[in-house]
């Protein structure tokens, strides 16, 4: 975690070993030969790389991806905001190297046109519904550095080497945040075992509405997978 816990990085690996770590009595609850791992959109991106390189890992189950970093960018962004984004990361980085504390923007933003990281109105609504309702605490606000990460990032390319660990991808056909056409794409890059769910409803609703689904399936996957001893 980066300032006041709001950049946005992975740590799956140094999870995972802390975990498996000998005399680990802080989790008795794990049992380290069998460790699966969940990922939900950005975080769904991340157990695709950890499944890809960290052998420790004996299922996977990625739900509504992000696959590429370029290519939902462009998606979400407006061709003619690209460079200011793009020169609004320099900037930071630039003020960065000179002792200068983070530059922020906001994750959303209630007008399509406004600056943010999601830009859409149902990122709006979710986001800010979700912060009444489950978290007060939350800001509405992230590093530059995130989004300049997140450009750069691109999950996808591992999904050919998860392989033999058993992965699952639970796309939502409607999701235009990270789109179901570059999910359902990569999906076919990835080689066996594998298995692709299907949720007819858009990228939040996998988390409310979908949710009984998309959760049933994630956990007959691990059920599957990590209470047998033919995992890889």
Request: net charge neutral; glycine share 6%; with cysteine.
């Amino acid at each position: 975690m980066g300032s006041r816990g709001r950049k946005s990085t992975p740590g799956s690996k140094s999870a995972i070993t802390e975990t498996r770590s000998p005399g680990r009595a802080a989790f008795p609850e794990v049992d380290a030969e069998r460790i699966g791992v969940w990922g939900s959109s950005y975080s769904g991106a991340h157990v695709l790389v950890v499944g890809a390189i960290d052998r420790r890992v004996k299922c996977v189950v990625a739900q509504v991806p992000l696959i590429s970093g370029h290519a939902n960018a462009r998606r979400l962004i407006r061709a003619d905001f690209i460079a200011q984004v793009q020169a609004a990361c320099l900037e930071d980085r630039r003020a960065r190297y000179q002792g200068n504390p983070p530059g922020m923007i906001p994750v959303v933003s209630e007008s399509p046109m406004g600056p943010a990281v999601l830009p859409t109105t149902d990122s709006w609504q979710w986001f800010t519904e979700t912060a009444r309702s489950r978290a007060p605490a939350w800001r509405n606000e992230v590093t530059l550095r995130s989004v300049e990460m997140f450009l750069e990032y691109e999950p996808g390319a591992h999904i050919a080497h998860i392989s033999p660990t058993p992965l699952m991808m639970v796309v939502a056909l409607s999701d235009h945040r990270t789109v179901a056409d570059e999910a359902l794409a990569a999906y076919e890059q990835a080689l066996e075992p594998k298995r692709l769910v299907m949720l007819p409803g858009g990228h939040f609703d996998a988390y409310v509405r979908d949710f009984a689904a998309s959760s049933g399936v994630a956990c007959q996957w691990f059920r599957e997978h990590l209470f047998t001893t033919s995992s890889p």
